[in-house]
Every structure is written in structure tokens, then in C-alpha cells.
């Protein structure tokens, strides 16, 4: 018998959170065809939001935490969406935008925070194409902010 997502994420140590509502004009999940496209999540780690910047406030450890926290808001629109992870057939890509001081360049590392969740809970389908970019600032001051594209099973 294989282990489902979920047994995999609880082995892990992880806990989805409650999917989040928007906060402007937009929607959570787009699924299109079979492929499910999730707006950015922003960095809410034990449902507080990790505020500042990478290489000012706050410290590498912190930002990988950050990312960490974004792949479990993603995993928890994609449940919300789809009604179980398992539908997932593989991650395709994530975008991950790090709040960052303009020397810090260390975004990869960071965005591996997420990246790292993805393959725990999906194993090989969890290996992605990935962008990581620093920008200036993000929405709410948040830290990290990653969206996603995902492959999903017909049901």
C-alpha cells in the first residue's frame, strides 16, 4: 500500500493550514484543463505573517521557513481546490518572489524552503522548474510570496 500525500506530509511534521481567502480581486485556484494554477501565498508561518526583508530583518533560516510556510498554503488551496492532494500528478513549477535587500542573493536557497516541501510530499513528481527572484517589496510586507502550476488527474 502507498502512503497517501497526507501521510507523507504528517511523517514530515507538516500541517496544512486553513486555506486563506484573496485579499483583493483575484481568486485562489484556477484550474484549467489539468492544470490547476495557484495565486501567490504569502509567508504565514504558524498563522502569523513573516514580515521583512531577507538580508535586513530577516536571516536566511527565517526566509527558508518563510518558503516553507508559502508550500503549505499552496498545498492547502490545492486540497481546497481539488478536494485531496493525491489528485496532484505532478508539480510543474514555482514562482517564488523574496523580499530581499539589494545585496542579498542567496533567493534560491530560500525559495528551496518550498521546493524541499514539494518533493517531500509528492517525492520524484514533486521536482519542479522554479524561478527565484528578489524583489523590493511584497504585498503586506510579507517576506516570501511563491505561486504554483500543478498537473492534476482527471477524476
Do not use: W
Amino acid at each position: 500500500m502507498t502512503d497517501t500525500v497526507a501521510d507523507k506530509l504528517a511523517a514530515a511534521g507538516a500541517t496544512l493550514p486553513q486555506a486563506a481567502a484573496p485579499v483583493a480581486a483575484y481568486v485562489p485556484t484556477v484550474l484549467a484543463g489539468n492544470m490547476l494554477y495557484v495565486s501567490g501565498q504569502v509567508s504565514f508561518v504558524d498563522g502569523a505573517l513573516m514580515t521583512g526583508r531577507l538580508g535586513e530583518t530577516v536571516s536566511l533560516e527565517q526566509g527558508v521557513i518563510a518558503a516553507r510556510g508559502c508550500g503549505l498554503m499552496l498545498l492547502a488551496q490545492v486540497k481546497a481546490a481539488l478536494g485531496s492532494l493525491d489528485r496532484v500528478e505532478r508539480v510543474v513549477k514555482l514562482g517564488a518572489f523574496i523580499n530581499s535587500a539589494a545585496d542579498f542573493t542567496d533567493q534560491p536557497k530560500v525559495a528551496n524552503g518550498a521546493s524541499e516541501l514539494m518533493i517531500t510530499a509528492f517525492g520524484e513528481a514533486g521536482r519542479h522548474a522554479r524561478s527565484a527572484v528578489g524583489v523590493p517589496v511584497l504585498p503586506l510586507g510579507a517576506a516570501v510570496e511563491i505561486d504554483a502550476v500543478f498537473a492534476v488527474r482527471a477524476v
